[in-house]
Structure formats: C-alpha cells, structure tokens
C-alpha cells in the first residue's frame, strides 16, 4: 500500500505529532509491502523538509499560498498530491488543524475515512482500525470498504518514530496558485504567547477546572505548579466557557487529546467528556475537594483538599527541593 502523511510543522521543526502518524504509516508499510511519503505544505519550508528527510522521502508543496493552513487550499493540493500519484492510503494526526483539513480532503477524494484511531491490526489484506465511541466508553472496530482510505491518528496511542541512518530524497511540487480555492481568508490569529510546551507534546500537564475563580487565579495555581514541572498547562470545558482560559488549552472529547506521563487534574470533577482526552496518560494525580469526585475513580494518587491552600504550599516545597 501507498501511503501519504500530512506533516504539520510550525514553519521550522516538524510537530510530534506527525512523528506518531508516521508511526502508524510504517507500521502499515510494513505488513502490506508498501511505502511512506511525507507531505510538507506551506512557504520557505527549508529547514522542514531537511529534518522530513530524516524520516521518510519528502514531498514539499512550497508557495506563498500555502503560507497559513487554509483548508480549502491545503485540501485542494493534498487530494491533488493523492489522486496524481495513486496513494491508497491518506494519513494525518488528529489535531484541531487535521480535523479542519483532513475531513475536507476526504470529501474532495469521495473516499472513506476513519478518525482518532488508536490501535491498527492486518488481517489478510484488509486493514482493521480501532476508534473509541460514546466518548472513549467503547471501542470499535472498523474496516475501510474504497479508496482512498483517510485515516487520522490518536497521537497518544502511537510512539514517535526515530530518525532513518541516512536523509531521504525531496521533491518539490508544483504549485498553480491560480488554481487554488480562495473561499477562506485568515483575518487574523488570536493566541496568547507562552514558553510552555504544547498541551498534546509534553512530558507533564497540569489542568484546572471549575474550582478556579478566574483567570489570574488559573495562571497563579495552574500555572505554576506548570511551571514549576517544567510542564504544560491544560483545563476544562467549564473554564473555557466561562471565559478564563482559551479553547486551546481544553483538553476532552471536543478539545485536545493527552497522554502525558503525568497529569495532573485541579478542582476537575472528573466528567465522562474530560476523561475521555486524558485518561491514558501514564500517571493520574487529582486534587479536589470533593471525595466524590468521579476524577478520584481514574486517578492513581488523589488528595482530598482545597487546591488554594494545596497547590500553593505545592510549589513552594517543588521550588525549596529545585533550589538545593
């Protein structure tokens, strides 16, 4: 089989998450005899495709039209990319920039798909794909039936892939940009600057919920036990709808899915919808103040407390233990 990933990168280093999907592409690869294409979109994409040869071959759609990931222009050239060179098989992380591109491309192709996969088997010839249903209560296992197959890949569920001994070859595409779709614009992009690391790549997530008052309150306790963890901050639907903290930090079933090797959940009753985007991580700690709490029920330690007086008495012995 063919295959196509869809690197995402952020304009100078590939994300890890395309590193897990082409986990699961070479995987695939493997048992069906196949090859692994990786395909770099955007502009002055140098020092991307240098480090995308280091996993597979490379092909780069390079054009000042592609310089923000606009769906109807990415998926217009990636079904082109797919349709052109015969690829069986269409493969991307599922992230916030894949669900808004790839379910587009899918369209364009008339092909069948499968999102937030989390494991893959081979029986025979047919490939088995296994996604959580009734927010991660159940697990399904579906077959593909058409082509182009579409598949989005649950980041967490699959370890990044390491560097090939030597680069592979690029090749550039050509790139019409009279030929692009111009039906979206980007007016303008509102995300607040921070070091932390990305709430789907890191080592360490800390995330609050609705115990939290406000926002200087979130950034105080959240992020500094965050920070003191040297970790990434995440939070709850409830803290997103009220304002005080944006959706890019949501982590559950409509937000981002986790598996750091430690989470750690503040005042988060622990609903069924955030459990489902965190609950594989390797270690669960909770802090809440209800006993009750159906967090409690995932967690591997809890503590029963109030996290305006836990968290803060937290950090202050994580920084004494930094200091010595």
Do not use: W
């Not at 990168?9 to 294409?37: K, M, P």
């Not at 779709?181 to 360490?204: C, F, G, H, N």
């Not at 209800?290 to 029920?297: K, Q, S, Y």
Request: net charge negative.
């Amino acid at each position: 089989m063919q295959i196509l990933v869809v690197a995402e990168h952020d304009g100078a280093v590939l994300r890890q998450a395309t590193l897990s999907a082409l986990s699961f592409a070479q995987s695939v690869a493997q048992s069906t005899e196949g090859t692994v294409h990786l395909l770099v979109l955007g502009h002055q994409l140098a020092s991307v495709v240098a480090e995308a040869q280091k996993f597979a071959p490379v092909l780069a759609a390079d054009s000042p039209e592609l310089k923000s990931p606009l769906a109807d222009r990415y998926a217009h050239v990636i079904a082109r990319v797919v349709n052109e060179r015969n690829f069986g098989l269409l493969v991307a992380a599922s992230t916030s920039q894949a669900k808004d591109i790839i379910g587009r491309t899918g369209g364009l192709l008339g092909g069948v798909m499968a999102s937030d996969v989390i494991a893959h088997s081979i029986e025979g010839s047919e490939l088995l794909l296994d996604r959580p249903i009734h927010a991660g209560a159940a697990v399904a296992t579906v077959s593909l039936v058409g082509s182009p197959k579409v598949v989005t890949i649950r980041t967490s569920s699959y370890p990044p892939v390491e560097p090939l001994d030597a680069s592979c070859n690029a090749d550039n595409l050509p790139i019409d940009s009279s030929s692009l779709p111009q039906m979206i614009t980007l007016e303008s992009v509102e995300s607040k600057a921070s070091t932390r690391p990305d709430v789907t790549e890191a080592r360490v997530v800390v995330s609050g919920g609705r115990a939290l008052k406000n926002s200087d309150d979130y950034e105080r306790i959240v992020g500094g036990l965050a920070d003191a963890l040297h970790g990434a901050t995440g939070s709850s639907r409830a803290l997103v709808d009220s304002g005080i903290t944006p959706n890019e930090l949501q982590v559950g079933q409509t937000g981002k899915i986790v598996a750091p090797e430690l989470y750690i959940a503040l005042g988060i009753s622990g609903a069924v919808q955030h459990l489902a985007g965190m609950k594989n991580s390797q270690t669960i700690v909770a802090i809440n103040n209800d006993l009750d709490a159906p967090i409690f029920e995932v967690a591997d330690y809890g503590l029963v407390a109030d996290i305006y007086e836990a968290v803060p008495e937290l950090i202050t012995k994580l920084r004494e233990s930094q200091a010595n």
